[in-house]
Nanobody, 123 residues
């Protein structure tokens, strides 16, 4: 099993920044890809960004490109999501997820999930 624990959410004004962290209990073939997703009230869970532990390649949703950056610390088994220039529409519960090498933007490809952390952006 892989356990994920997120932290770093909170309340911030529009234009501000937050950094989310996700610590994974172990790294396996089944957790080769780390992803961040978010879910706003009444909406489906949507892809935000992902990265591969091996090689460090990253991917991001068009809605956050240029504002959000995903990165990882191999020594700490931790993935970060740096969020800058936050907008009210970024308000959501943010989830960290881990999946096998084929995991993409679809939540169903990720078998491991954290408990989520609330991000609220005020206007």
């Amino acid at each position: 099993q892989v356990q994920l624990v997120e932290s770093g959410g909170g309340l911030v004004q529009a234009g501000g920044s937050l950094r989310l962290s996700c610590v994974t209990s172990r790294r396996t073939f089944g957790s080769a890809v780390m992803g961040w997703f978010r879910q706003a009230p009444g909406k489906e869970r949507e892809f935000v960004a992902s990265m591969r532990w091996s090689g460090g390649s990253t991917s991001g949703a068009d809605s956050v490109k240029g504002r959000f950056t995903i990165s990882g610390d191999n020594a700490k088994n931790t993935v970060y999501l740096q969020m800058n220039s936050l907008k009210p529409e970024d308000t959501a519960v943010y989830y960290c997820a881990a999946g096998p090498p084929g995991a993409t933007v679809t939540p169903g490809f990720y078998p491991y999930w954290g408990q989520g952390t609330q991000v609220t952006v005020s206007s």
